[in-house]
């Protein structure tokens, strides 16, 4: 008899579209466990400003993987997974649910894809893309990598200097290099995914709310924290949504009302970008939940679980 491949819950979409109510209800349903699939949510800096999970909702079940990087020691996708894939190991190994929770669509790619064999990147080439603009990396791009340059949006900073870094520093483009991806885990678990893709009106109003009640609960204490620490601006952790936007404030560059609304918009503009990914980038077979999740408990049946 063949043995069933251990099962593995994933819930993605974008930021405020209710992925951490639905994978703590999910776990305390299961008795399984949180694992954070989130780039922001990983490092110790930001707990409020990133939305990670309260100290309150930590208690009710086990979460991983969330605040147990500094900023100043950027995570690239390769390193989470290597972090996710041993918590993965370790539940299924106590015969628990493991529950990936995220935005993070490089993160869950590389995860369960697995990673490209890109060589090591010229450091002298990789300092001049961080350094220059998007829209100057972008116009160097198009040249050397039409396909990516058509593939990509022109404002997405971290991807088009991924793209412009690996055709310079190899003089191959890296969809090449993605072509040839290893160490996945796809083929080895029983995929259990939710996209969540809620109602637009709904998601924006969420947004905003929250960027609000992040104030409220000392975001700008937190921002100040980060900047003193003078961190290279290239950081992951220094361009997380709302850092430049706060720290504007905390600079006297701007009042908090302006501070607070650049804040909304930024995260407004993230999550429209995210939400495009999810609904067109992972396989058409990925369950879409199109509904506001007012109450987590209404989606536990696409895991076969209830409250």
């Not at 429209?272 to 369950?287: G, N, S, V």
């Amino acid at each position: 008899m063949v043995k069933p491949l251990p099962p593995l819950a994933l819930i993605a979409g974008p930021t405020a579209s209710g992925k951490s109510a639905l994978a703590l209800a999910l776990a305390e349903a299961t008795g399984g466990a949180v694992i954070n699939a989130d780039s922001a949510q990983l490092y110790r800096d930001l707990p409020i400003l990133s939305a990670a999970p309260s100290p309150a909702e930590r208690a009710r079940a086990e979460h991983l993987l969330y605040g147990v990087r500094d900023g100043a020691d950027p995570c690239s996708a390769a390193d989470w997974a290597g972090l996710a894939k041993a918590e993965i190991d370790r539940l299924h190994a106590a015969n628990r649910l493991p529950i990936l929770v995220g935005g993070t669509g490089l993160y869950l790619r590389t995860l369960l894809d697995g990673i490209a064999p890109v060589p090591p990147i010229d450091p002298r080439i990789r300092a001049e893309v961080r350094a220059a603009g998007v829209a100057e990396n972008f116009a160097v791009l198009t040249p050397l990598d039409p396909c990516a340059a058509a593939r990509l949006n022109p404002g997405d900073t971290t991807r088009i200097a991924r793209a412009l870094e690996v055709v310079r520093s190899t003089g191959i483009p890296l969809a090449e290099y993605q072509e040839q991806r290893s160490g996945g885990i796809g083929a080895a678990i029983d995929l259990r995914p939710v996209i969540l893709l809620p109602p637009r009106e709904w998601l924006i109003a969420r947004c905003d709310r929250r960027f609000a009640t992040m104030i409220d609960e000392g975001a700008l204490a937190e921002v100040e924290t980060l900047l003193a620490r003078q961190l290279d601006p290239a950081l992951p952790v220094m361009r997380a949504i709302g850092v430049a936007e706060l720290g504007a404030h905390l600079c006297g560059d701007t009042d908090l009302a302006h501070a607070i609304s650049a804040g909304q918009v930024a995260t407004r503009r993230y999550a429209k970008r995210q939400y495009t990914w999810f609904a067109h980038q992972p396989p058409a077979d990925w369950p879409r939940l199109t509904v506001a999740l007012d109450d987590p408990a209404d989606a536990l049946a696409l895991f076969g679980a209830t409250r």
